[in-house]
């Protein structure tokens, strides 16, 4: 199996900065593309960053220019940098990742189980 774990959320002002990160572990081949979703309360779950093996990556308009999204293969982590944090960019945070885990027999989807990020204004 795979399994998902991110940290790094937490309370902080508006203006500040927090990393998350998301390290994947279990079964793994090979992940095509990581990414980082958010869901407040009341809200559908919404994509905020992606990033590809091939090295592209993509954000949501609302984080461009303030969020990053990073990665490091070798250790299966995902990162999230968050920078001039607003009090809308409050959320739960999930990462996901698409991984092989059987070398030609598919990719598969699977979740972190989330972290709170909270922005005071």
């Known amino acids: 199996q795979v399994q998902l774990v991110e940290s790094g959320g937490g309370l902080v002002q508006a203006g500040g900065s927090l990393r998350l990160s998301c390290v994947a572990s279990g079964s793994i081949v090979s992940i095509s593309t990581m990414a980082w979703y958010r869901q407040a309360r009341g809200n559908q779950r919404e994509l905020v960053a992606t990033?590809?093996?091939?090295?592209?990556?993509n954000y949501a308009d609302s984080v461009k220019g303030r969020f990053t999204i990073s990665r490091d293969n070798a250790k299966n982590t995902v990162y999230l940098q968050m920078n001039s944090l607003k009090p809308e960019d409050t959320a739960v945070y999930f990462c996901n990742d698409i991984v092989m885990k059987v070398p030609g027999q598919g990719w598969f989807s699977y979740w972190g189980q989330g972290t709170q990020v909270t922005v005071s204004s």
């Open positions: 990033s590809t093996s091939g090295g592209s990556t």
